[in-house]
């Protein structure tokens, strides 16, 4: 790697922990308004001192992310279907002059093994990280299994260890609870965990724990942080798994912050 490619990873992995908790909130790309993203602003400003990264779309950086912020940007460059169609069939859909203007530290896109489009949607990955490479830009592939194929160590290591071979500098997979630590062996690149679907907070934190000490370099999560009770409390709890070795217990204890702070102001 070159240097500008060493100093935009550098600046997304804790120098402490040397890991990374990155903040998803591309979703509208493809689901429209989703829950907690309705009003994107208000959801995403009060959470961005808490994350390493934010992984976001160009539309919603330039309306709704303040110039000021100082959390680096990691761009979501693919797209094209929503959710009503083939969600496979996705192309590049922002230029790497893009990402060099709104002064992104990474690009990312998603890549859907054992879908009907899985072919093209390596080939962009490949198209990505040429590109790419010129500017010393770090590309993260984003692993989506087909839905006829378990989200199991045999297909997650496949799709992770497909786009690291293709160059991928950093992927995002999912947590399997059986043999995961063989899907992090099998793959040359870091690897963050994807949040998934909204699930019970401590569950996620569990999740999170699970995936960390079986060697994953961070979590790039979203709706189990935006779409909790609590997003602030839960990104912190998230950080302190991922960045202090918390275990669930004492991490889950952050989402009793907005409780405390409303005992302070009403004794206050």
């Not at 969600?87 to 890549?111: C, F, H, P, Q, Y």
């Not at 194929?149 to 799709?159: C, E, P, Q, V």
């Not at 690291?164 to 995002?172: N, Q, Y």
Request: aromatic share 6%.
């Amino acid at each position: 790697m070159d240097w500008g490619m060493k100093n935009r990873l550098a600046r997304i992995f804790n120098p402490k922990s040397g890991k990374t908790v990155m903040l998803a909130v591309d979703h509208g790309y493809f689901q429209g308004p989703t829950t907690g993203l309705k009003k994107p602003r208000e959801t995403i400003m009060p959470l961005l001192p808490y994350c390493d990264s934010l992984f976001v779309t160009r539309g919603i950086l330039r309306n709704c992310i303040s110039p000021s912020a100082n959390t680096p940007v990691f761009l979501r460059v693919s797209g094209g279907p929503s959710v009503l169609g083939e969600l496979s069939n996705e192309d590049l859909t922002t230029s790497m002059k893009e990402a060099l203007r709104l002064n992104a530290v990474g690009v990312g896109l998603s890549i859907f093994v054992g879908e009907k489009n899985e072919d093209r949607t390596i080939s962009n990955l490949g198209r990505l990280v040429n590109e790419a490479e010129e500017y010393g830009m770090p590309v993260l592939a984003i692993t989506a299994v087909g839905k006829e194929m378990a989200r199991d160590a045999r297909y997650l290591g496949l799709a992770s260890r497909i786009a690291a071979e293709i160059g991928a500098h950093m992927v995002k997979t999912y947590y399997c609870e059986e043999d995961f630590e063989k899907v992090i062996e099998g793959c040359p690149v870091p690897i963050v965990i994807a949040g998934g679907k909204k699930i019970p907070e401590k569950d996620a934190l569990q999740m999170a724990f699970n995936a960390i000490s079986k060697g994953a370099a961070g979590v790039d999560m979203g709706r189990n942080i935006f779409q909790s009770e609590n997003p602030v409390a839960m990104i912190q709890a998230i950080r302190a798994v991922v960045h202090e070795n918390y275990n669930v217990d004492e991490a889950f204890e952050f989402n009793k912050l907005k409780e405390k702070k409303m005992v302070s102001s009403v004794v206050e």
